[in-house]
């Protein structure tokens, strides 16, 4: 149900600031809008940067294993991994871009300190547990932009959505009632003018 006002000239003040109030609004949202397009633009491409340097180091880690394998055998291999104290805790903290909250995180000890015996390793082993750390790093690292660009599309839809209400709805229809109004006051000072005029012409 859309507002009702009285043809007054105050009433008319109000929703001419109210008009502009809306517009001013519109051109920030606007401006929003496109400073969170830009950024998510930006982590697209370390998003694909980052997917190809996991690529590249995860191929890196493979192959490493299995020459890993062939030195001290599968079974070995699963009892040195078993052996290796590796915290996983990873904490989330929260920045805020433009009133959007992005992930941060920190992960607690991915350097791992060695604590198997190297009586039976090589050093195919050492350089497996050393890129299987870097895939571990770039996995966190690439599911932070992951779902930092789904938080900003997501502000960024948003914000379309506020955007094309005030422009196409709320504006409009604002504008419409002040012109409504306007006429309307011009027709009541049309309509005073005339009396006024006749009535100095009976005196």
Do not use: H, W
């Not at 830009?38 to 890196?60: G, M, R, S, V, W």
Request: aromatic share 4%; net charge neutral; no cysteine.
């Amino acid at each position: 149900m859309g507002k009702i006002y009285l043809s007054t000239k105050n009433n008319l003040l109000k929703l001419q600031n109210s008009i502009k109030e809306y517009k001013n609004g519109q051109m920030l949202i606007e401006e929003k809008e496109l400073i969170l397009k830009n950024k998510l633009e930006n982590y697209k491409d370390e998003a694909k940067n980052t997917q190809n340097k996991l690529d590249k180091i995860l191929k890196d880690a493979e192959d490493t294993l299995k020459k890993a394998i062939v030195d001290v055998g599968f079974d070995e291999l699963i009892d040195i991994s078993n052996a290796i104290k590796d915290d996983d805790t990873i904490n989330i903290k929260n920045i805020t871009l433009m009133g959007v909250e992005i992930p941060s995180v920190v992960s607690n000890n991915l350097e791992i300190v060695p604590n198997y015996g190297f009586y039976n390793t090589t050093s195919n082993v050492d350089e497996s547990i050393i890129k299987f750390i870097e895939v571990k790093k770039m996995i966190i690292k690439l599911a932070e932009i992951n779902n930092t660009m789904v938080r900003l599309q997501n502000a960024i839809e948003k914000l379309g959505r506020r955007s094309n209400a005030l422009k196409e709805v709320i504006i409009p229809r604002d504008e419409k009632l002040a012109k409504s109004i306007s006429l309307a006051l011009e027709e009541e000072e049309r309509d005073e003018f005339v009396r006024l005029k006749v009535v100095k012409q009976k005196q």
